[in-house]
């Protein structure tokens, strides 16, 4: 059913909190957040999901994994007990080897250390090179980006009063513009109880009569893709309404 049919959740002193309406439990929900900012779902594609870096970490493998193993450090286990006395340049990556095998994979440090040792042996004259492929039947390793949670706000939330005028729809933000990169968005009806002065609010073609309904006093979360700049607009129903506005 509809947000608009849906009683909104309120704080101990029973004033409206917080919240966002979840059509998968059709009722309005708390919403929660962590170091100073509300908690965000990331759009589909835009971080690596959890599976995908629990496959990376399979094939990579653990330093208790045999030299047998088609894993990364299997391959380099193997790679370390081939005789590479007969060629300089490939001592040198047995002595690297030595290194990678008492690294601790659970740590982030160790991992950068592990780039490193890698980086400097992937254009080694005489040994398999990482951007070769693996023998024929294995998983292929392809290139991993991890930019960093784009979710996460990028700078200082802003807040703000915005007076809607009836009969003209108008660009919900916070500050003198839109800000830019934002993850997210909440609105709050400031009119009273006893005004009744909804508001409606969605594309640039809302109107008194079409768009989400926001009635006095209930507040919505709009979540944003922070590489997509997505307007939103509203308007009132019947008489001027003031929103207050937060961006983050």
Not at 131 to 141: H, M
Not at 192 to 201: D, G, Q
Request: glycine share 8%; no cysteine; proline share 4%.
């Amino acid at each position: 059913m509809a947000g608009n049919t849906k009683r909104i959740r309120g704080d101990a002193m029973g004033k409206p909190a917080p919240q966002y309406f979840s059509e998968l439990n059709d009722a309005y929900e708390y919403l929660e957040g962590e170091n100073g900012a509300s908690k965000v779902m990331a759009e589909t594609g835009a971080i690596v999901d959890l599976e995908t870096v629990k496959n990376l970490l399979a094939v990579l493998g653990t330093i208790e994994d045999a030299d047998s193993l088609n894993t990364m450090v299997g391959l380099l286990k193997n790679l370390k007990g081939k005789d590479f006395a007969t060629q300089t340049t490939l001592e040198a990556a047995r002595a690297l080897l030595e290194t990678i095998s008492g690294l601790d994979f659970a740590e982030e440090t160790t991992l950068d250390a592990l780039k490193t040792v890698v980086e400097s042996i992937k254009s080694t004259d005489g040994i398999k090179k990482i951007t070769d492929p693996l023998p024929a039947g294995t998983n292929e390793i392809g290139e991993v980006v991890v930019s960093g949670d784009e979710t996460l706000p990028s700078s200082a939330p802003v807040t703000g009063i915005k007076t809607l005028i009836p009969g003209v729809a108008a660009e919900i933000f916070a500050g003198v513009s839109r800000k830019a990169n934002r993850v997210a968005m909440m609105i709050r009806n400031l009119s009273k109880y006893s005004e009744s002065y909804r508001i409606r609010f969605g594309e640039s073609s809302v109107s008194d009569t079409k768009g989400f309904v926001l009635e006095p006093q209930s507040v919505v979360v709009l979540e944003f893709n922070p590489k997509i700049a997505t307007p939103i607009y509203a308007i009132p129903e019947t008489n001027t309404v003031q929103v207050e506005v937060y961006e983050v």
